[in-house]
């Protein structure tokens, strides 16, 4: 069994000058795919239901299928609510085998998002897990633009709510299907410089791939969530799949040609976030 919590992935890369990625779930097959690549790679991996995938399926079954796929794992595997909207959300993912939860609170006032959040962190404690917030907020590409993160209000959020690991806003934008502008380093620093608690960069797909590595070795950023570049690879390799033979109709057979493509894919953002050759 190598379930593990978020803290216990982010604290080690916190003080080893490296990454873990947060990674998108939309269903068995990738969920599978991206077990396999961090296995590959030899590195942790946090697999993460959203609201999209939450909404395609229960969130018990994600922790059912997330916990199975834990247990078999050769390396540790965090299972994590991604974007609980209310602490309703957050217990049942809690009472689902799940072994982070991230409330967002971005939208609400600073003083509702530290109460609540501080709730959720606490009953996220007391079950033995770990807890991630959002402090500033971070936008959608084609969508609600982004407030960015002020570092005084970070540093409250960090110290009052006891979160593990905090979302800022810093140039990031969810949903990019391509290198999107560079993040704010010199906010990132500043953040930083006022609390050691590690960083949670959502919209990690928009980052270019070095600044990515380049953060995860000099930063206090250890988690960048990636769904839009792998849900692609998923999309190329689907249709690919289903293109070559237009009498194919089971969808085990055509799925299971998204697998090989989909680890790929994976191994190469999780190898930019770890430490190279001799560096480790
Ligand atoms: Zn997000």
Redesign the pocket.
């Known amino acids: 069994m190598t379930l593990a919590t978020l803290s216990e992935v982010l604290q080690p890369a916190l003080g080893g000058g490296y990454a873990v990625a947060g990674l998108v779930c939309l269903g068995w097959e990738d969920a599978r795919a991206y077990v396999a690549a961090a296995e590959a790679e030899g590195c942790p991996v946090i697999l993460q239901a959203?609201p999209g995938a939450r909404t395609h399926m229960p969130v018990h079954i994600w922790g059912a299928i997330f916990a199975e796929l834990a247990e078999r794992a050769s390396v540790p595997v965090v299972s994590h609510l991604?974007?609980g909207q209310s602490a309703a959300e957050c217990k049942e993912a809690i009472e689902a085998g799940f072994s982070s939860v991230m409330f967002?609170g971005s939208r609400l006032a600073l003083e509702d998002n530290i109460r609540q959040t501080a709730a959720i962190a606490e009953a996220a404690h007391a079950a033995g897990i770990s807890c991630e917030g959002e402090i500033g907020f971070?936008g959608y590409a084609g969508g609600a633009a982004s407030a960015g993160t002020d570092p005084a209000e970070a540093a409250r959020f960090a110290a009052e709510t006891g979160v593990d690991a905090m979302?800022v806003s810093v140039g990031n934008v969810?949903l990019q299907q391509g290198a999107g502008a560079e993040l704010d380093e010199a906010r990132i620093a500043a953040i930083s410089a006022l609390t050691p608690m590690p960083l949670v960069i959502?919209?990690g797909s928009g980052v270019p791939p070095e600044q990515r590595r380049r953060l995860a070795r000099g930063s206090t950023v250890c988690k960048f969530?990636i769904g839009t570049e792998l849900r692609m690879a998923f999309g190329a390799a689907l249709r690919e799949a289903v293109n070559r033979d237009p009498d194919r109709f089971d969808r085990i057979a055509i799925l299971s040609e998204t697998e090989a493509p989909v680890m790929e894919t994976t191994r190469r953002v999780l190898r930019n976030l770890m430490p190279g050759p001799g560096e480790r």
Do not use: L, P, T
Request: charged content about 20%; proline content about 0%.
């Open positions: 959203g991604d974007h967002d971070v979302a969810h959502h919209g969530n």
